[in-house]
């Protein structure tokens, strides 16, 4: 049999824990061997690219290599992509069935799965049994997911230590890894914290104190997540620790769970829904200090007055350190202040506390002189109606689109009519006057498209319409009259930055602008 031409080809391999005791025939080597002896032995080809995920679910496409091959599909001009079967692209029939059947014909890009004889090039019975053989697959990815889960639910009454890395404070035993044994090394710092809250101290106090003594944070320690907390103590992570049961010898399981098999998203449970085991290693703290410091009605029970500060500037207030700033009502006032400062003066060093309606007045006189100076400005008459518009270009947009994937549909069928050729599956009269017709609809879409693009041009260069600008006179009428909403401080504020003595603006339309705060 005569090989089919093809310039370029994607072969796609996955192996994940979900493939159980197939994990040896569905291995990456097997998987690359099968595909390139079907290659070799049916095509003529300039390049094969290979993406491989391995230790991937194939319950959904978040999959790194999976994600490179599709970003690289048009970069590297693949005409076809090849997978050992259907599992090793994905287990999810939904989603698989609309790569398989438009996305990819619609690209132009042919799919074969060796071993379930899956080919959309053609209109064959093994593609018609495609979503029946995905939705297998997912049945089994979901039994396999449940399995696992009764699995580890039994580990987890029975005080096994699950996690991969331990708290501060304990190790792995090395011979038993669901098991807990005491870090000598920093178990002193925990029984100090511990004796330090119980006696009084607040955690941003002790963090201090540990700062003070140069003691490394748990994620330092460890070398784990690589964050802002790494180098220091904090109030947070000291507050943390101070809330974990497994100090007291208790091993305390399933705080959060996948919310299916096919997300990686997490759901919280709450603390009666989780499994405490008592006693499976040994205390560091004692049972009554750990009581008595969580019995404190001060610990860990603070309700605001006011739950929720809500203000017309809120979500656009940073501070200089390009956090977003916290509010508090204080006796009917609110006042904004840096978190991050509260935390440890090495995150931020703004300790100003500043009054909200001081600040919201500020910005309120200013943006009313900037936007009147703007709507009044040659810059507005000379260049704001020259700039095109989104809502102009969008159904223009929108027709490139259809056209280029009927022109792509057209490619796909050229090439499966050539390979219908190659197969002898057609005549050379039928193949000459199919490949005409084909040619024919590629060139008047190739005219159509050359035809949206001067009409782009046009708009480009023909200017504006005036959304925007109506969006700011609108915004601008209603703080006249004080009848503005949030929504329109947006439309005419970036972002407001608080600065020691200082409040920087940056308007939508204009250049930021810095003005001196004074209480």
């Not at 096994?160 to 890894?177: A, F, L, T, V």
């Not at 959060?256 to 703290?285: D, G």
């Not at 400062?341 to 001081?358: A, D, G, M, P, V």
């Not at 879409?445 to 959304?467: A, P, R, Y």
């Amino acid at each position: 049999m005569k090989k089919q031409v093809v310039d370029n080809i994607a072969i796609y391999m996955r192996l994940s824990s979900d493939d159980g005791e197939d994990k040896e025939s569905e291995s990456i080597g097997n998987q690359r061997k099968i595909i390139y002896e079907y290659i070799n032995k049916n095509f003529e080809y300039k390049k094969c690219y290979e993406y491989v995920d391995d230790g991937y679910s194939g319950t959904n496409f978040n999959r790194p290599d999976f994600q490179r091959m599709l970003k690289e599909l048009k970069e590297n001009k693949i005409e076809l992509i090849i997978t050992k079967s259907l599992s090793r692209f994905a287990r999810n029939y939904i989603d698989s069935g609309a790569y398989i059947e438009k996305k990819f014909p619609d690209m132009g890009i042919r799919y074969i799965a060796i071993l379930d004889g899956v080919d959309n090039f053609y209109d064959k019975t093994e593609n018609e049994f495609a979503p029946f053989k995905g939705l297998f697959n997912e049945m089994f990815c979901r039994e396999t997911s449940k399995n696992i889960k009764r699995s580890k639910k039994k580990k987890r009454e029975e005080g096994y230590y699950s996690c991969p890395i331990p708290p501060y404070g304990y190790k792995k035993d090395p011979d038993n890894p669901g098991k807990l044994i005491i870090d000598y090394e920093v178990a002193h710092i925990v029984k100090e914290i511990f004796i330090m809250k119980y006696k009084g101290k607040t955690a941003k106090a002790i963090a201090e104190y540990l700062n003070e003594q140069k003691i490394p944070p748990p994620a330092k320690y460890l070398n784990i997540f690589k964050n802002r907390n790494i180098e220091i103590w904090t109030g947070e992570n000291v507050s943390k620790l101070l809330t974990k049961p497994v100090y007291v010898g208790d091993t305390y399981m399933g705080k959060a769970q996948n919310l299916s098999y096919k997300s990686k998203k997490k759901i919280y449970n709450k603390r009666e829904e989780c499994v405490i085991t008592r006693n499976t290693h040994e205390a560091i703290i004692s049972r009554e200090i750990f009581d008595a410091i969580h019995d404190n009605n001060k610990y860990n029970n603070y309700k605001p007055k006011i739950p929720n500060v809500d203000t017309k500037l809120g979500d656009l207030i940073f501070c200089e350190c390009k956090r977003k700033i916290r509010k508090v009502n204080k006796n009917g006032a609110i006042f904004l202040f840096c978190g991050a400062y509260l935390s440890s003066e090495q995150f931020c060093t703004n300790s100003k506390r500043y009054k909200y309606t001081e600040v919201e007045k500020i910005v309120l006189d200013t943006i009313r002189v900037e936007v009147d100076d703007f709507l009044n400005s040659k810059y507005r008459k000379d260049n704001v109606y020259k700039k095109c518009t989104e809502q102009r270009l969008k159904p223009i947009k929108n027709k490139r689109k259809e056209l280029e994937k009927e022109k792509n549909m057209i490619m796909f069928k050229i090439s499966a009519l050539y390979n219908e050729r190659l197969d002898k599956k057609i005549s050379e009269t039928e193949y000459q006057n199919k490949y005409k017709s084909l040619i024919l609809a590629r060139n008047k879409i190739d005219k159509s498209l050359e035809e949206i693009s001067n009409n782009e041009q046009s708009i480009v260069n023909e200017g504006k319409l005036k959304d925007d600008l109506k969006k700011i006179r609108k915004a601008y009428r209603k703080i006249s009259l004080d009848k503005f909403t949030k929504e329109d401080l947006k439309a005419l504020i970036k972002r407001i930055t608080l600065s020691g003595e200082e409040i920087k603006i940056e308007y939508t339309f204009n250049e930021k602008s810095v003005l001196h705060y004074k209480k």
